[in-house]
């Protein structure tokens, strides 16, 4: 309670009895590679590693010795298990997959299986197309006839993780915990919001826990610093007719549990059937056309549904009193579907 009452980020932390060396060299030699593919020009890609850790949050000079030592959070993002657990002995990280109820895990990532660092940056890449792999890519081509296997859901995902990672109590217990099942996700952090749940789902306002951390994923594009993140989670599962997503926050321990359903809600399927009772002929065609697919325009609506293009923006406008759709920006942009 205390550190988070503090105005310094939990993870600014000077560790003075570690050193740039105790870092797990591989981990920021893959870092580097990322950072200069993503920024090419950018002036820190030629500094020497030191410089380079300090500029991005990492490590720090010492006021008491003039040396060079880890930061918290560069410890976290880029030290070895064992390490870790010597300054953070809760620190724990734990991606358990299981698709079938014949096996207990049909795929196990653990920070303290000794196969690999045991960091963050390594854990979210190492799982993040675990994680999304089961995600339903519609066919769509880019300006070069390239095909996009991208999603508003896939991005979600990858916020969602990044969040975890960025926002978790690392002194806290039971570590950073994600369960997959099919179709269903539980991301699980230790420690509490530290603004309201109500908050954190409008968006707007983002207050990290951990900003070394937060800084360090958002130099290779990765964790939104808008706060929006979780906002457009929720969007995005509402738009595409999932279950609204569950956010617990518990105490004793402390800790954020975020549960994610990847499949139409059938229940909300009832439910948008018995509304539509109350739409007349014209708008049932308008509305069934633009769930099968929101981008549509007026033109390819009308094709759809043999309508006119004017009576499909009549319809529009009606649809859009009886908070049935509603545009992705204020006047352009994609349908946004809400009933």
Known sequence: MLRDQADTPQDALLLE?????????????????????????????KLADDEFLIKIGAAKKS???GKIHLTLGGLIFFGDFITITEELPNYFLDYRERLSN????????????????????????????????????????????????????HRSLRECLANALIHANYYGRRGIVIDKEFRKITI????????????????????????????MFSLIKVGERSGQGLCDVYNNW?????????????????????TLE???????????SNDD??????????????RKNSSLNATQVAAETGLSVSTVNRVYKSLKNKNYIARESLTRGKWIILK
């Not at 990532?109 to 339903?136: E, H, M, P, Q």
């Not at 603004?195 to 707007?204: K, L, N, P, Q, V």
């Not at 009772?277 to 633009?290: K, M």
């Open 277 to 290: 009772s109350n739409l007349t002929e014209n708008e049932t065609r308008v509305i069934t056309a633009l």
């Open 102 to 153: 014949e096996t207990r895990w049909s795929d196990r990532v653990c920070s303290g299986d000794g196969n690999w660092s045991g960091n963050i940056f390594d854990f979210y890449f190492k799982i993040i197309d675990r994680l999304t792999a089961d995600v339903k890519t519609p066919f769509k081509l880019d300006s070069n006839m390239q095909r996009i296997d991208d999603t508003p859901i």
């Open 63 to 65: 006021r008491e010795d």
């Open 17 to 45: 009895n570690l050193l740039i060396d105790d870092l797990n060299q591989e981990s920021v030699h893959r870092y580097r590679i990322m950072f200069n593919n993503l920024k090419p020009d950018h002036v820190w890609g």
């Open 188 to 215: 699980s952090n230790p420690g509490t919001f530290r603004i309201s749940i109500d908050e954190a789902i409008a968006g707007g306002i983002s207050d990290a826990r951990n900003g070394r951390i937060f800084n």
């Open 238 to 258: 509402e738009i595409n007719g999932f279950k609204k997503p569950e956010l617990q926050e518990t105490t004793a321990p402390d800790r954020i549990t975020l």
């Open 262 to 272: 990847i499949e139409i809600d059938s229940n909300r399927e009832s439910n948008d």
